[in-house]
């Protein structure tokens, strides 16, 4: 059922045949590192001499002012080689100890306030990290507590406020206006209007609503973050698990007030992130402690305060979808609450990008969506796998799902009808291309055999399907770079700033250079983001790296080719036009000249061991939304489409879901490495039953009370379904790199509400809040009863 | 503070430990191997798993002293061509790699145990490892790879 | 022996059961140190407040797992993963045997061990419901001598032991499971499948002379495990055989709700384990 586009060619390009690296299923070119242990995380390097171990003592007060904090006990003990206040650092670093993507208001360690139970209040440094977390615990801190926020409904009600004043940080300028805002917790809303959909709503024949939520959950990627800072000759060096070193090295240099030539941001291969390793983690408070005592510092968060630093939003969407009497799609509204927790994070990004996909893939003639993030007293919520999408797509897909039923249609069926095709334009004003629905739609469905009669029950066990699709914008508009050395044995070395924390991006970077230098990949280093070396570039998420590293990394071939083949003309003294770069080095195309690699660079300077450099830049664009009405004619650089189709099996005395397949597609453009692009697809797929079926983070008065894993839920070999088929659906990108796009997020959008969906047609129940608990199935089933 | 000797992969490694000293910190501040990783810290998720005499043992939950002398494999130890490891890598059954070591000790275990294993008691022997990049039909494949080739 | 002291924590390291004893006497406050899973993890989490713990792993004879006249005696140190493989538990008890082979996963078994496991006290423990139902005797040894509590005896209350201050178990010993009986144990999860227990039931169904004792141990429904047994009479149909155990088991039944389910749903899928187990039993028996 794949639906395979061949790629455009590039124009100058010759067919290479045999190909070097673009389409294969090639291994990671250090698996046998990462199969052994051999291959080095963050964490894994040992702490040289001298390293001072960080204890966090943490917040027990949800929202409380800090009235005293009595460190004597921790700074008496042996081994304590300094106790940190927020006091102390803001004596030094000011404001600028307090910093965030969106909004100026995550201060490295509290100051006068604490905003969420588990906030980091004070550090102790001590020579071993056992000490360090001993000591923590002796600090003892009086706090005056505070009328807290704990969920969208506090928010909202505008009694009690995170923060006194809203502070908008330089990096989005359309927040720029909220500066000094006082009393609210809504620190951003995005409205998407188009058409009159109360006069739609109003004239429609049929119309489904549905308020649906989705729990606040965590990443936990098994590697646990780390970050050591140090000082070396004024420079502020550091290591850390991020997938952001760019913005780290920016959000440092500012804290510290120093040129960006003075702060280095290195890192090794993640393991794992979905999000959690980004923005500001540890790494401001490990800057602000190396700067400020001069001491190199390790932060090593435990799994308990892991849960801390950062969880996906929680959310809730009132939406309403309405039909006329040919069943078109009239009307869609929306009202998306994310819940950022303490700090707003990237929050309002997500608000924004999750806005303006919240009616859905499909051909509406009106639509009104508010989405909004707010402030409350819990951890600070961030970037997930999906970015906010998963949220909405819950809410659209069971909407259009009950739709569907409503109208006695198929749900398949009914959603292939509406789905945006090629060159349609979607609701936020945006063309579409590359987004293939209709075929990740018609391959999951066909997959798991949708027409196919449904086993009939036994009186304890019912079966249904369900099928849902996902839609979203990629990031835009954003910005990649890549430098290139090939060195004169024919060998390269490509510097890229792109976290490869399991996706494979250091693999595929490498296929795609070495596609167009005819090179073998496995001959392309890939260096690991160093900001001393590797160039500029926005971040490792949201899956924009295939797509816009990609091209900054095609391009910086291409213009090696380019120059190595300018280097053989003036070598020979003939047109470049003339000459084709080849496996075996530049030939004349008429003539019997050629030149390997090797020759050709040490013709040109003379030394065994010289490097010849080019260095590219990608840069996506858009249009900002319209003031009135969120819309734009470019929101987005590309499109991602995918699908899901469940069968499933419930248990009508346990509630318990069995899965016998579960089918998962996305549009990827063009598979780079189609083994890697399974994985995604499957591996989201898994993290999305997760979310589906019990992941969910429990708070009981602001406090997390299952941040640990022996509670926290994660999908394990035993949870995934008795047979999982991914599907690669290839509608080439005009501008992507061979025409690929990335495939992180797509799996993961469509998993919850294809889920929900089978228990409808399984049980006759359509539940709104996940996860999908056994407990919550049976609930449903009493009361259908 | 107490020397123990730690039998690393063949290697006698004395060390100073506390009596309280996690097998895990032991091996990696003292002996230097870091293919056993911290992931929970309550043994919940496989990431340090070691073979102690051959058996499977979550290294954040046993302490050192009772390690000394008992043959420890991690799986840095085990060879290239060692029928595990060379499944896992021509199955790419692996994406952040972090959880990946103690899944293939697990199935060395397993393998040694039950050298012709179901899919079922594969997944039975595995279902307490967990890997957050969910790379399991992956590990299934390279699983039943290795079992085709052990020598058992 | 000797101790050390580091963190707060001195680690006694006796050689003889007297001086493990005589440490317990002594000590305001000792944890028994065996497998040490539970020690770890309660560790971890920053639960654990005992100042001295008594490493028992010197002490002989506790790792040793024998036959006994009557069935099998099983030293407080012999692994969790001992009792799942062992051909002798496989062919005296199988369902000790298939029990011990439900716990968390293998590290665990390899690790944890069956004095501990029992004197961890945690209501959801699978080993005690079968332990229960197989009317296992605990042992237990302090310096002024030795006694012997039923299993069914044991757990007292939530978290809560019969080991007194300055006692240690030292062996279970389980008699062997009458041969023409049928068990099985049926563990619910209500989140992931590799997640703790929201609820267990071992059943063990022994005919005699024409009437069924149906013996169950409940596990995660009540502060503590749960032993309960009842006849299945000649004149009961199996349907009146399974009202009879979710009757019984209904009445003991007092979970403690959590992230994992409301009392009321554990207690639906206690009875659902009770009706699970017991229908295989008779099934069984009845082939």
Known sequence: ???????????????????????????????????????????????????????????????????????????????????????????????????????????????????????????????????????????????????????????????????????????????????????????????????????????????????????????????????????????????????????????????????????????????????????????????????????????????????????????????????????????????????????????????????????????????????????????????????????????????????????????????????LREGDVATVGTRMHSADFVSCLDGVTAAIGWDEETPPGDGRWVHGKGVAVGFKAVLTPTVANATLNLNQDGSATLLISTVDMGQGSDTIMAQIAGEVLSLDSRRIHVVRADTDATPYDTITAGSRSTYHTGNAVRLVAEAMRDKLIGFAAELWDVPAGVLVLDADGVAHADDDRRISLPELVHARFGAAGATVTTAENFTSRWVPYDHDTGRTEKATEHWFAGAAAVRIAVDTWTGRIRTPHLAVAGDVGRAINPTLVEQQLTGAALMGLGHALFDELVHDHGQLTNATLLDYQLPSFADVPERLTPIIVESAHRDGPFGAKGVGETGILPIAPAYSAAVRDACGVRITTLPLTPERVVEHLEDRS | MTEVVLHVNGHPNRVAVDDTTLLLDALRRRVGVTSAREGCGVGACGACTVLAGGRSVSACLVRATRYDGVELTTADGLAEDDPVVSAFVECDAMQCGYCIPGFVLMSTELLRENPDPTDEEIIEHLAGNICRCATYPDILRAVRLAARRHPG | MGWSQVSAVRVHHPD?????????????????????????????????????????????????????????????????????????????????????????????????????????????????????????????????????????????????????????????????????????????????????????????????????????????LAPTTVYLAYDVTPDMDVEQAVDAAIDIADSAMDPIPDIRGSARYKARLGRIAVEEGLRHCLKELAG
Not at chain 3, 22 to 39: E, F, Q, S
Request: charged share 20%; hydrophobic share 40%; net charge negative.
């Open chain 1, 1 to 419: 059922m794949t639906d395979t586009v061949v790629p455009t060619p590039l124009p100058e390009a010759r067919p290479a045949e045999p190909r070097h690296g673009v389409g294969d299923r090639r291994t990671r070119f250090d698996a046998l590192g990462r199969v052994r242990g051999t291959l080095r995380y963050t964490g894994d390097e040992g702490a040289v001499p001298g390293t001072a171990f960080a204890g966090v003592h943490r917040s027990t007060a949800p929202h409380a002012r800090i009235l005293s904090i009595d460190t004597t006990a921790a700074s008496g003990m042996d081994g304590v080689v300094g106790v940190v206040t927020g006091a102390d650092l803001a004596a030094v670093l000011g404001d600028r100890m307090v910093t965030g993507p969106a909004f100026a208001d995550q201060p490295c360690l509290a100051v006068d306030k604490v905003r969420f139970v588990g906030e980091a209040v004070a550090v102790v440094l001590a020579t071993d990290l056992a000490t360090a977390r001993a000591a923590a615990d002796e600090i003892a801190v009086e706090y005056a507590e505070l009328p807290p926020v704990y969920d969208i409904d506090d928010a909202l009600r505008g009694e009690a406020f995170v923060h006194d004043e809203l502070r908008p940080s330089s990096v989005f300028a359309d927040l720029a206006h909220l500066r000094g805002v006082r009393d609210t917790n809504v620190c951003y809303e995005y409205r998407q209007v188009l058409g009159d959909t109360a006069a739609e709503h109003a004239a429609a024949t049929t119309t489904v609503s549905a308020t649906t939520w989705t729990p606040p959950t965590q990443h936990v990627s098994i590697e646990l973050p780390s970050t050591t800072a140090w000082v070396d000759s004024g420079r502020l060096e550091m290591l850390t698990t991020t997938q952001t070193p760019s913005y780290v090295r920016q959000t440092v240099a500012t804290m510290l007030d120093l040129p960006l030539s003075r702060v280095r941001i290195t890192t090794r291969p993640l393991g794992g992130s979905f999000g959690t390793k980004m923005y500001d983690r540890l790494e401001p408070l490990a800057a602000a402690l190396a700067w400020t005592t001069g001491r190199r510092v390790r932060i090593d968060a435990t799994r308990e305060e892991a849960f801390l630093l950062t969880t996906r939003h929680g959310a809730q969407v009132i939406g309403t979808i309405s039909a006329d009497s040919g069943g078109e799609l009239v009307a869609v509204s929306s009202d998306v609450r994310y819940d950022t927790g303490a700090f707003a994070d990237v929050g309002p990004r997500i608000t924004a990008k999750s806005g303006l996909v919240a009616p859905g893939p499909y051909r509406i003639r009106s639509v009104d969506v508010r989405s909004r993030c707010l402030y409350t007293n819990k951890v600070s919520a961030g970037p997930f796998r999906g970015f906010g999408v998963p949220q909405v797509t819950f809410s659209h897909e069971t909407l259009i799902d009950e739709l569907a039923r409503a109208l006695g249609e198929d749900p398949y069926r009914f959603r292939r009808r509406h789905l």
């Open chain 3, 16 to 220: 003889t059961l007297d001086e493990a004893t005589a440490l317990l006497r002594d000590l305001d406050d000792a944890l028994v140190y065996g497998g040490g899973t539970a020690i770890s993890v309660l560790r971890a989490q920053g639960l654990l407040f005992a100042q001295d713990w008594v490493d028992i792993a010197r002490v002989p004879g506790l790792a040793d797992l024998t036959t006994t006249s009557d069935g099998l005696r099983i030293g407080a140190l012999v692994p969790l993963r001992r009792m799942e493989t062992d051909p002798q538990v496989r062919r005296l008890t199988p369902l000790a045997a298939q029990t011990y082979g439900r716990v968390a996963h293998p590290r665990v078994r390899n690790t944890a061990t069956a004095g501990g496991n029992i004197a961890h006290g945690d209501y959801r423990l699978d080993p005690p419901t079968a332990l229960a139902v197989l009317d296992a005797t605990v042992h237990l040894t302090s310096a002024a001598g030795t006694r012997e509590v039923s299993i069914r005896e044991f757990f007292t209350g939530f978290q809560q032991t019969a080991v007194a201050h300055g006692e240690l178990v030292t062996a279970i010993t389980v008699p062997r499971q009458p041969e023409r009986a049928r068990g099985t144990y049926v563990k619910l999860r209500s989140l992931s499948e590799n997640d703790w227990p929201c609820a267990s039931a071992a059943v063990l169904a022994v005919p005699e002379d024409g009437f069924v004792d149906i013996r169950l141990g409940l596990g995660g």
